[in-house]
């Protein structure tokens, strides 16, 4: 099983829609999660921090489920902007070096 | 404040050449990294560093060298390009290594070709 699996999509939804990706971790020790955003033949950029609690940044919202080892990421009201390659990132405590990139999960907000 | 700057944008080489990629950061970070990106592929960890004068081996560093000489500065160097070198290379800083607080800041990556 890989460290960190993402469907590589691409999910195609329509403008104001509402999408949501899974990230599956296999490492149960890992201690922080983060969702990356890149742009085509861009570098990544931190579009948010996962917390056990969840979280909500404007339309994005951050879940963890621990004893199913998997993160999520809910985009609602999905902008043309939006269209980009959704990184997921893990790492264990204190395992800087030990950080894990998933392969991506592509999505095209269509007009 | 330019964040993670690396150069040269682009870059064609032939088999056995060598070069060094640039990477600078001035945000006063300790923590530096190398990562090669390959088509549809994740991000590999080439080389890390916690700090001046100290670097360690990540995932893939066959091939590949680093030095961190100043906080500021990691260059990469490429010795003998092979056709497998062929990627997007980025750079990238945090100031901690810690979880959950060690976000990574990306220069806009370096496109190598080895022919």
């Known amino acids: 099983r890989k460290e960190v699996e993402q469907d590589p999509g691409p999910f195609n939804v329509p403008e104001g829609a509402t999408v949501a990706f899974n990230c599956t971790y296999s490492?149960?020790?890992?201690?922080?999660f983060f969702w990356y955003r890149q742009d085509c033949r861009k570098e990544p950029k931190l579009l948010m921090s996962?917390?056990?609690s969840g979280n909500e940044d404007g339309r994005f919202t951050a879940q963890l489920n621990r004893a199913s080892q998997y993160i999520s990421l809910l985009i609602r009201d999905s902008k043309l902007s939006d269209s980009a390659t959704y990184l997921c990132?893990?790492?264990?405590?204190?395992?800087?070096?030990?950080?894990?990139f998933g392969t991506g999960t592509k999505l095209q907000v269509i007009p | 404040n330019a964040g993670v700057t690396q150069t040269p944008k682009f870059r064609i080489l032939k088999i056995g050449q060598s070069m060094t990629l640039q990477c600078t950061q001035d945000?006063?970070?300790?923590?530096m990294y190398w990562y090669r990106q390959d088509p549809g592929m994740g991000l590999k960890l080439i080389y890390y560093?916690?700090?001046?004068?100290?670097?360690d081996k990540g995932e893939v560093p066959n091939g590949y060298n680093v030095s961190r000489s100043t906080t500021e500065d990691f260059p990469l160097r490429l010795e003998l390009a092979a056709p497998s070198q062929t990627s997007v290379y980025f750079c990238?800083?945090?100031?901690?290594?810690?979880?959950?607080?060690?976000?990574?800041?990306f220069g806009p990556g370096t496109r190598l070709t080895v022919l």
């Open positions: 990238a800083s945090s100031s901690t290594g810690l979880a959950p607080y060690n976000e990574q800041f």
């Open positions: 490492n149960s020790a890992s201690q922080s």
């Open positions: 996962v917390y056990s």
């Open positions: 990132v893990v790492n264990p405590r204190g395992g800087y070096q030990k950080v894990t």
């Open positions: 945000m006063n970070h300790n923590y």
């Open positions: 560093s916690v700090g001046a004068g100290i670097t």
